[in-house]
């Protein structure tokens, strides 16, 4: 059975920062892999994500703040989230994305192809 666990959420002041963990029989460094989220009432958003051949991407909302890296001896994706903003605020997903080719340049994994864990959530307060 595939399986993403994350964790690593938590509630911070807004500045602050965060960093998510995921880790499971569902990583892989030969998938598109990455982070979406999703805030109550809201779409899913994608946030970031990492292709095989390790160029990244993310989200407009999040750039110059996130930064998403993987460890493949530990079998673990991570995100780092600096200057967290209250709109930050959401459930974080670590999904891998079956729809976008392995190397496709732009890997931002929705939420809508593939697996993804069960979440952590991130809580960011003004």
């Known amino acids: 059975q595939v399986r993403l666990v994350e964790s690593g959420g938590g509630s911070v002041q807004a500045g602050g920062s965060l960093r998510l963990s995921c880790a499971g029989s569902?990583?892989?460094?030969?998938?598109?892999m990455g982070w979406f989220r999703q805030a109550t009432g809201k779409e899913r958003e994608a946030v970031a994500g990492?292709?095989?051949?390790?160029?990244?991407s993310y989200a407009d909302s999040v750039k110059g703040r996130f930064t998403i890296s993987r460890d493949n001896a530990k079998n673990t994706l991570y995100l780092q989230m600096n200057s967290l903003k209250p709109e930050d605020t959401a459930m974080y997903y670590c999904?891998?994305?079956?729809?976008?080719?392995?190397?496709?340049?732009?890997?931002?994994?929705?939420?809508?192809?593939?697996?993804w864990g069960q979440g952590t959530q991130v809580t960011v307060s003004s």
């Open positions: 990492i292709n095989a051949g390790s160029s990244t």
């Open positions: 569902g990583y892989s460094e030969n998938f598109c």
């Open positions: 999904a891998r994305d079956l729809s976008t080719p392995a190397r496709y340049p732009r890997c931002l994994p929705e939420g809508r192809s593939g697996y």
